[in-house]
């Protein structure tokens, strides 16, 4: 199983990016998948989260409104939009799958992406 994020980068305040997540080695379709992120000195938290079937998604109150998880499975591919980005969205994303979508979003999964850094600042 292997994850790779990209579409990270600088932005200033207010701008967007979306984030992308290769997966390999296993059959999408059947996995939740989630996105995550760290701060320095902050602990990983859970920015968005989608089930296989795509009828449970889950958002924090910091990002709703902001951001929006899509999933292509034809592609193997998830990504997260991020819009009105604010400095304290700043953080690494990581993505991570887990076939149980409540453990997936408790970030207990085994399987993590290596992660790709946003830095939102004017």
């Known amino acids: 199983v292997q994850l790779q994020a990209s579409g990270g980068g600088l932005v200033q305040p207010g701008g967007s990016l979306r984030l992308s997540c290769l997966v390999s080695?296993?059959?999408?379709?059947?996995?939740?998948i989630g996105w995550f992120r760290q701060a320095p000195g902050k602990e990983r938290e859970a920015v968005s989260c989608?089930?296989?079937?795509?009828?449970?998604?889950y958002y924090p109150e910091f990002v709703k409104g902001r951001f929006t998880i899509a999933r292509d499975n034809a592609k193997n591919t998830a990504y997260l939009q991020m819009n009105s980005l604010k400095p304290e969205d700043t953080a690494v994303y990581y993505c991570?799958?887990?076939?149980?979508?409540?453990?997936?979003?408790?970030?207990?999964?085994?399987?993590w992406g290596q992660g790709t850094l946003v830095t939102v600042s004017s």
């Open positions: 991570s799958v887990d076939v149980l979508y409540g453990r997936l979003c408790s970030g207990e999964s085994d399987h």
């Open positions: 080695g296993f059959i999408l379709d059947n996995y939740a």
């Open positions: 989608i089930s296989s079937s795509t009828s449970l998604t």
